[in-house]
């Protein structure tokens, strides 16, 4: 029998592996648009969601007295998640994964300047260092001129206000009712591009964006259980295994060598955001999470 440390650790690791696949399928329905995938992902992602809502609250699930915070949310998941989608269909894989890490770094900037938060001495180096393999990883196509390396970061910051308005969202709204209208203004946003021609996908196809929605919301709820059932300190290094799973994709479906330069920035985006995790659960405060 597991514990229940070991459980959300399983539970931790299920999630990183089920993101992986999620953004192997995002990069391998690459003719696809955009928008369609967008519909697909959150379409389709409804169904896990809405099979966590209780049965006594089916009816009244959705009213929530915070609909400012909730569109905030939305609105910034949503750009969040179309930058890291035009990413993983035109940089390598791990090179997207590893300057998503850097989610952290921009939740500090973010609390500084937006939350008046006091920030020592710690946070500021691993802030720093953070930077330092962001930049690391963004060189070579600095020296391309490939601005595609620009939407990890635009992610980045988008998931920075995802993450602090979550703070708030958290004490008063369930996971479901959060996850709800993100998914719903992201569906949305995603069937407004209709008219802009989507693409008739093939079985397999159909089956993959089908497939891409399911895994996604359940990839986000097994890491809300993991973090509700063992320690967010055992929990959270589990995230860094997706740079794995996406070397292994990458280099097995697509070909894809990652950089050196990839590597050692990884390692100092994932140093940084242990430094900043460590210092966050000193000061008892909610760890933000690498994916909305």
């Not at 809405?50 to 929530?64: A, D, G, I």
Request: hydrophobic share 55%.
């Amino acid at each position: 029998m597991l514990n229940q440390n070991q459980l959300g650790v399983l539970y931790g690791v299920a999630s990183v592996a089920c993101f992986a696949m999620m953004d192997a399928c995002v990069k391998w329905l690459d003719q696809f648009p955009v928008g369609e995938v967008l519909f697909s992902r959150f379409f389709f992602g409804l169904i896990p969601i809405l099979m966590l809502v209780p049965k006594s609250e089916f009816k009244t699930f959705y009213k929530t007295t915070r609909p400012k915070l909730h569109a905030f949310r939305a609105i910034s998941g949503t750009l969040a998640i179309i930058a890291l989608f035009i990413a993983l269909r035109e940089i390598p894989l791990a090179d997207v994964v590893s300057l998503t890490f850097g989610g952290p770094i921009f939740v500090t900037l973010g609390s500084i300047f937006f939350l008046s938060e006091k920030v020592g001495i710690r946070r500021w180096a691993a802030v720093f260092i953070g930077f330092v393999g962001m930049l690391l990883i963004v060189k070579p196509a600095y020296d391309d001129l490939n601005i595609y390396y620009l939407y990890p970061i635009i992610f980045c910051i988008f998931f920075a206000c995802v993450a602090l308005s979550i703070r708030s969202l958290s004490s008063t709204e369930p996971n479901y009712r959060i996850a709800l209208y993100f998914s719903v203004l992201s569906m949305l946003v995603g069937l407004m591009t209709l008219p802009f021609g989507w693409v008739m996908p093939s079985k397999f196809e159909f089956f993959l964006l089908i497939f891409t929605g399911i895994i996604g919301s359940v990839a986000n709820i097994l890491l809300t259980v993991s973090l509700r059932i063992a320690e967010a300190s055992l929990v959270t290094p589990t995230k860094y295994l997706n740079l794995v799973f996406a070397i292994l994709f990458g280099y097995f479906i697509w070909g894809e060598i990652p950089k050196t330069l990839t590597l050692v920035g990884a390692g100092l985006i994932i140093l940084s955001s242990i430094i900043i995790f460590s210092r966050e659960k000193k000061l008892k405060k909610e760890i933000p999470t690498p994916r909305i």
